[in-house]
């Protein structure tokens, strides 16, 4: 199949969507040690002014993660740097688009810049994600 | 009140993490990796890693022991209730795969006030039991109303 070494500056990569059920901050939790209320009870994430509980930020990463590195075929080697900004908040039962557009290619690197949104609402921004052309 | 800079530089003692395939299985669930090298061992021999391999992001899994005591520790300052993950950064070299021993060292690499936030920027790296380098972490933490 065609991998990061066939793309181009300016190629759109494909769009990786996703939709994390209402359970799924709660199965991150436990796969990610990361337990904060804010993530996993509506009541205690209203309660500091929060609209509800709301994804984990790392959850978001490892799909702008799983998104670029699907251009490898999900190789967990090809991926060699990722940097992202979180921006908004995400929340479960929203779909989430990852999507990116190639920065640049040299010396067998691929440079991706690339964000992911829930509908006009971008939880990462500024995201870079840097993969081998080997 | 000017913000705490003290801590600049101050380096955390390693945590050790082991790994183990249950972990790596349901990590790539909740992330939704769907590829064999991260549920079936010979799978993922046969696309040549030493064993059973965690997806990249699993270097979260095995890193925030050692960043826990940096974003706790009195000295540093962090107001809790008012922090953010602002942003982060991981570069991988070596993949972690089950059965591995992973050390992961924090330092503290800046702090500093921008529009009235403080910035709170760790550095991690990670290392398995072979010496080799799993990845390096930055950690951009923001707490609102210094």
């Known amino acids: 199949m065609a991998g990061p070494k066939d793309l181009n500056e300016g190629d759109a990569v494909p769009e990786l969507r996703v939709t994390p059920d209402k359970y799924l901050p709660h199965r991150y939790a436990g796969a990610s040690g990361d337990f904060n209320p804010i993530h996993i009870d509506p009541e205690f994430a209203k309660a500091v002014g929060l609209p509800g509980n709301i994804l984990h930020g790392l959850w978001m990463m490892a799909q702008v993660a799983r998104g670029n590195a699907a251009l490898a075929d999900g190789d967990p080697r090809s991926l060699k740097r990722l940097s992202v900004q979180f921006r908004g908040m995400g929340f479960p039962e929203q779909e989430l688009v990852v999507s990116g557009t190639v920065k640049e290619v040299s010396d067998g690197r691929v440079v991706i810049d690339t964000v992911a949104a829930q509908g006009d609402n971008q939880v990462i921004r500024n995201a870079q994600a840097e993969l081998s052309a080997d | ?146």
């Open chain 2, 1 to 146: 009140m000017p913000l705490e800079t003290d801590a600049i530089g101050k380096r955390w003692p390693a945590a050790t993490y082991e790994v183990g395939a249950e972990k790596i299985r349901e990590y790539a669930d909740a992330i939704g990796a769907a590829s064999d090298v991260h549920r079936d061992h010979e799978a993922a021999r046969a696309a040549g890693f030493r064993d059973l391999v965690a997806p990249p992001m699993f270097c979260v899994v095995y890193s925030a022991r050692a960043m826990a005591p940096a974003i706790l520790d009195p000295e540093v300052g962090i107001n809790l209730a008012t922090m953010l993950h602002g942003s982060q950064e991981f570069e991988w070299d070596e993949p972690v795969c089950d059965g591995d021993v992973i050390e992961t060292t924090a330092t503290c690499a800046e702090i500093y006030e921008k529009d009235g936030k403080g910035f709170y920027v760790f550095e991690t790296v990670s290392t398995n039991q072979d010496g080799k380098q799993t990845v390096k972490g930055t950690w951009t933490n923001i707490v609102r109303g210094v």
